[in-house]
């Protein structure tokens, strides 16, 4: 065989081979990447009950609530240096007077990204408060963390970490120049 023939045959096996391996890890690695759609249908509904969380604090909803969060003793609740073990003691020493003093309240989620992991997931999020406590007006934000489990068919919420940056101090009282 001339040597240009075994050439031309070696480049168009060559060819062959480069372009069968670019196709097979195009098709395996689209495979491998692209989300299951039941995954992305529990990122949803993860969505869903973070979303259901925001429009329950807004109307002051605790029945809502209880549907939201698992309602037992390993629920914990971190909010800004505070800490709350348990959804009866989340619920009835923090929620319920927190929402009973709070007036014409919106509470929204912002850049929130859910993962799912079998019967876990959790939500990292900023968020954004504001309402009216008697005179005062609150508007605070923050970032938080949510972690759900999926119980008896539904997610619920069993952990809760939000912290809002810390305020800088006033500013001291400037001297009173001497005369």
Known sequence: MPIEEKTMKTMNFRNLLIAGLVFGAGVFGTLSVAPVS??????????????????AVEQGDLAALDK???????VTVFESGYANYGWNDYRNTHLAPELKEFKNTKYSFSDMKVKVDGKTAWATFKYSLAAEMGTRKIESGG????????REGKWRIVHWHSSAPRRAPAPAASPTPKA
């Open 38 to 55: 039941g995954q992305n249908d529990e990122v949803k509904a993860v969505t869903d009950v973070m979303m259901r969380e925001a429009v």
């Open 68 to 74: 939201i969060w698992a309602n037992t003793e390993d």
């Open 143 to 150: 970032l938080g963390t949510a972690v759900l489990e999926k």
